[in-house]
T-cell receptor, first 116, second 116 residues
Framework: DAGVTQSPTHLIKTRGQQVTLRCSPK?????VSWYQQALGQGPQFIFQ???????QRGNFPDRFSGHQFPNYSSELNVNALLLGDSALYLC???????????????FGPGTRLTVT | AQTVTQSQPEMSVQEAETVTLSCTYD???????LFWYKQPPSRQMILVIR??????QNATENRFSVNFQKAAKSFSLKISDSQLGDAAMYFC?????????????FGEGTQLTVNP
């Protein structure tokens, strides 16, 4: 049973560029959450996708956007990259399916983004 | 807004000894979950233990146990018989499905070193 996978593992971008990160949830999961983890800090919630819609959003600017596909995989897009966007981006999947409470969140290995 | 505080940036323990990591949180909710996650150098966030707020009994998972003090809003993690593989960054996290749609709020983390 494959766990949560993310791609790429790491990448380097230049200020002002755009980047797309990808996440495939654990088998049987239908919800994907994205977190940003700056060096030496705890992860910060960016947003969550369920049924191809953004369900919850943290305190991040509109430069951060996402998408969820019918197969439950998800993308995180960041436009107009800033130096401060350098971080580890974590994807977590869980199972909701109309329930009031989601299941545990399982995390992927993350994508390390460096903006120069 | 809910906040999670870990006041110990670093902790160390001798192999086979016991160590306790501290966590406090602030919330006005009565229905929530608390978690301890482990993040080794591989960056993969791994769930160690969870506690439902409505349960008075402290959660236990093998060598890991918690001391949940709801009135004091305290949630500490005890690791018994510490092993070299326990060395990692440990994050305390909070979740309230009622108000925050299962997003996780993390503390700043405690770096645990295990000395042989």
């Amino acid at each position: 049973d494959a766990g949560v996978t993310q791609s790429p593992t790491h990448l380097i971008k230049t200020r002002g560029q755009q980047v797309t990160l990808r996440c495939s949830p654990k088998s049987g999961h239908d919800t994907v959450s994205w977190y940003q983890q700056a060096l030496g800090q705890g992860p910060q919630f960016i947003f969550q996708y369920y049924e191809e819609e953004e369900r919850q959003r943290g305190n991040f600017p509109d430069r951060f956007s996402g998408h969820q596909f019918p197969n439950y995989s998800s993308e995180l897009n960041v436009n107009a990259l800033l130096l401060g966007d350098s971080a580890l981006y974590l994807c977590a999947s869980s199972f909701l399916s109309g329930r009031a409470r989601g299941s545990e969140q399982y995390f992927g290995p993350g994508t390390r983004l460096t903006v120069t | 807004a809910q906040t999670v505080t870990q006041s110990q940036p670093e902790m160390s323990v001798q192999e086979a000894e016991t160590v306790t990591l501290s966590c406090t949180y602030d919330t006005s909710e009565s229905d929530y979950y608390l978690f301890w996650y482990k993040q080794p150098p591989s960056r993969q966030m791994i769930l160690v233990i969870r506690q439902e707020a409505y349960k008075q009994q402290n959660a236990t998972e093998n060598r890991f146990s918690v001391n949940f003090q709801k009135a004091a809003k305290s949630f500490s993690l005890k690791i018994s018989d510490s092993q070299l593989g326990d060395a990692a960054m440990y994050f305390c996290a909070y979740r309230s499905d009622v108000t925050s749609g299962s997003r996780l709020t993390f503390g700043e983390g405690t770096q645990l070193t295990v000395n042989p």
